[in-house]
């Protein structure tokens, strides 16, 4: 049963180590504008950056609920498949929120407001463990599924939100508009695409699943680029694109 869970964690670590290192840049900027007072900065620096890693973490994530049963059949084995996706999927669906808060976590950190922060990861830990031992012996694998996205999920998009918009003077409705609503909105067509591709197509090769996420992932890229990235970010990618073809 620890091989099933494993596998679907997994891919949620490989996730998490991602927005773990985007997320990290923000604390030395923060740190920064905090020296400086700059409290307007800081909430444009929170809202920017919690809108930029949604946009890393809605297709992953979303792939991972539409498709991640065919992705772990042919990495490794269809016998693995059915259990661990289901994995894959509880601890996915409270990953959305909590992952989002890395930004606003890194935030923290570079205000030098650790302490309660710590409390309540402790908090989240000890809710975790509990509930795992409570759950298991009724549900298995998915009993100690629930019992990390439970507490996760009540954290990431309650707890820390409410938390991270006291301490910055930000209205949450404002937050969540600013952050969330437009890396959401684009999130659709991708999972459109790949909802689509999955019924209609037999994905059973790598290069099957490579063409229908990549032809997916790149309708969402060119929709948030456009609609989603700031103007000064978008004329940077611009800028930076030509001084690399000029120099071919």
Excluded at 20 to 36: F, I, N, R, W, Y
Excluded at 100 to 124: I, T
Excluded at 179 to 205: E, H, Q
Aim: glycine content about 8%; overall charge positive; charged content about 10%.
């Amino acid at each position: 049963a620890i091989t099933f869970f494993s596998i679907g964690s997994s891919m949620i670590d490989y996730l998490s180590t991602l927005i773990s290192h985007m997320s990290v840049t923000v604390t030395p900027l923060a740190s920064g504008l905090d020296a400086t007072g700059d409290d307007a900065r800081m909430r444009k620096l929170l809202l920017i950056g919690t809108r930029y890693c949604l946009l890393v973490i809605l297709p992953v994530g979303c792939a991972y609920l539409v498709l991640g049963e065919t992705f772990i059949s042919l990495w490794m084995g269809p016998q693995y498949g059915p259990s661990s996706a289901k994995v894959l999927a509880i601890l996915m669906w409270s990953y959305f929120g909590y992952l989002s808060q890395y930004v606003a976590g890194s935030v923290f950190y570079g205000l030098g407001k650790v302490k309660n922060l710590a409390y309540l990861n402790l908090g989240v830990a000890l809710a975790n463990i509990i509930l795992s031992v409570i759950l298991v012996k009724p549900f298995g694998i998915y009993g100690v599924a629930l019992g990390t996205a439970i507490p996760l999920t009540i954290y990431g998009t309650i707890i820390h939100p409410v938390y991270i918009c006291r301490t910055m003077k930000l209205g949450l409705l404002e937050y969540f508009r600013k952050s969330y609503l437009f890396p959401l909105l684009t999130a659709i067509p991708f999972v459109a695409i790949i909802t689509f591709s999955k019924y209609a197509f037999d994905i059973n090769t790598y290069g099957r699943f490579a063409l229908v996420v990549g032809v997916a992932g790149m309708a969402y890229a060119a929709i948030a680029f456009f609609f989603v990235i700031e103007p000064e970010h978008r004329s940077l990618v611009r800028d930076r694109a030509r001084a690399l073809l000029s120099t071919r």
